[in-house]
């Protein structure tokens, strides 16, 4: 007797397929016959592995307009706003818009988020609100945690101490923002400096890096070296790495491979990126997007992150990793098919990759869960951003939805409007 049993969804690999579940893992996939506790009928449906997002502020979300708009829309404005909003945040402020959030998270089907929480004030509010929301979430959502100095590892004087903590508290991952330190020399070192803690404390190591439209800002370079000295590998990201963006394309040709030999990974976030970078220019405009293809071209794991929603930095956002997906396919060109079904892939696949998540996937004893969309494969989610009928986290079915399609009553021509083209 199955606890659960999925009949008859897409895999993303065009793959159909029964997926049979017991306990907390899926114990058959194929053609699957038996009973079971629970049936979900998934014919015609896009089944996915769940929603990853690698790179999030859990503690500054759902805050918009508080305690006032960003009205020049830069990311510098957006860390004023957050001093002034943590200093008079709560403990229990915090857990409950963080909450909330997760509730959305967990209806789209977005099931992993790897959230940066600031280590800046001496009173670390934030950590321990963050905390508690991993362990009052743990058992459908997974929750990564990464000490991040927003301020600077040594722009404040106890910038550094709080970091380390923050670790001892509990945090997972150590952080890092190498282009807001005082000078470029005290950004190189403050990254020698994370590697060495990240590798002595055998933790993940996952730094806001040049984001920024400068293109003399080069900290991913020193972030590669010390990967590679430290043999971090893949348990190392860079978060935005925007100024590549805006780098001479021979230094870029240098760079690429050394990160390539990293092995570390790279989580830029389109939503932000498009809407942050290029403030201070005039036409043409830049993108501020990061190499996606050309990363991936030298075998590099990249993922496309959140980042935020509706706080400080962005007024809108949605927990809907395919929203993410969406933009950065625009905002990278990647419209070739390979390339969008990639995209899909990076929100799924390769985001749970950069997190080490364990038991990831739809594999026989892999963890049991996945989202069920209304949609007949990756590329239509990408498109349609559709309804999730159904999300599975843990061996449990966490969210249920209706189909929700258009009813017409157009003259002579009554019926029901689905938009999708694949699947039935
Ligand atoms: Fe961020």
């Known amino acids: ?32 016959d038996g009973p079971a506790r629970e049936i979900i009928d998934a014919t015609g449906d896009l089944v996915s592995p769940p929603f990853v997002d690698p790179h999030f502020h859990l503690d500054a979300t759902l805050s918009y307009g508080l305690p006032r708009l960003n009205v020049s829309g830069t990311l510098l404005e957006g860390i004023e706003l957050w001093g002034e909003l943590r200093a008079i945040a709560t403990v229990d402020d915090m857990i409950a818009r963080a909450l909330r959030y997760c509730d959305w998270a967990a209806a789209m089907g977005l099931l992993a988020i790897r959230s940066h929480v600031d280590t800046t004030p001496d009173h670390l509010r934030g950590v321990t609100a963050m905390l508690e929301v991993k362990r009052q979430v743990a058992d459908y959502l997974d929750l990564q945690l990464v000490a991040f100095p927003q301020d600077g590892l040594y722009r404040t004087p106890t910038g550094r101490d709080n970091v380390l903590r923050a670790l001892d508290m509990g945090v997972d991952v150590v952080g890092g923002i190498p282009h807001f330190e005082r000078t470029m020399g005290e950004g190189a070192d403050s990254l020698r400096d994370l590697a060495r803690i990240a590798a002595d404390r055998g933790l993940m190591w996952d730094v806001h890096c040049d984001e920024t439209d400068d293109p003399q800002s080069r900290h991913v370079e020193t972030m590669a070296r010390e990967v590679t000295r430290h043999g971090l590998g893949a348990r190392a990201a860079g978060s935005h790495l925007t100024s590549m963006h805006s780098m001479d394309n021979y230094y870029v040709s240098k760079l690429l491979p050394l990160i390539a ?164």
């Open 261 to 424: 030999e990293s092995g570390m990974t790279a989580i830029p976030n389109p939503l932000i990126n498009i809407t942050i970078q290029g403030r201070h220019d005039t036409f043409p405009k830049r993108r501020g997007l990061t190499r996606v293809r050309e990363m991936q071209a030298h075998g590099i794991t990249v993922g496309w992150g959140q980042d935020c929603v509706m706080d400080p930095w962005y007024s809108l956002g949605t927990a809907d990793m395919l929203d993410v997906a969406f933009m950065g396919l625009h905002v990278a060109q990647m419209t070739h098919p390979a390339e969008m079904a990639r995209c899909f892939a990076m929100v799924t696949d390769a985001n749970a990759a950069i997190m080490n998540l364990e038991g990831y996937g739809l594999k026989v004893g892999d963890k049991a869960s996945l989202v069920v969309l209304d949609a007949g494969n990756p590329v239509e989610a990408l498109r349609l951003r559709p309804d999730r009928l159904a999300v599975v986290s843990k061996g449990k079915v966490i969210s249920r939805q209706a189909r929700n399609d258009a009813r017409l009553d157009l003259p002579g021509r009554p019926g029901t409007v689905r938009r999708r083209h694949g699947g039935s």
């Open 1 to 32: 007797m199955f606890d659960l049993l999925i009949k008859g969804g897409t895999l993303p690999d065009a793959t159909v397929a029964d997926i049979a579940i017991k306990g907390d893992r899926i114990v058959d996939v194929g053609r699957v």
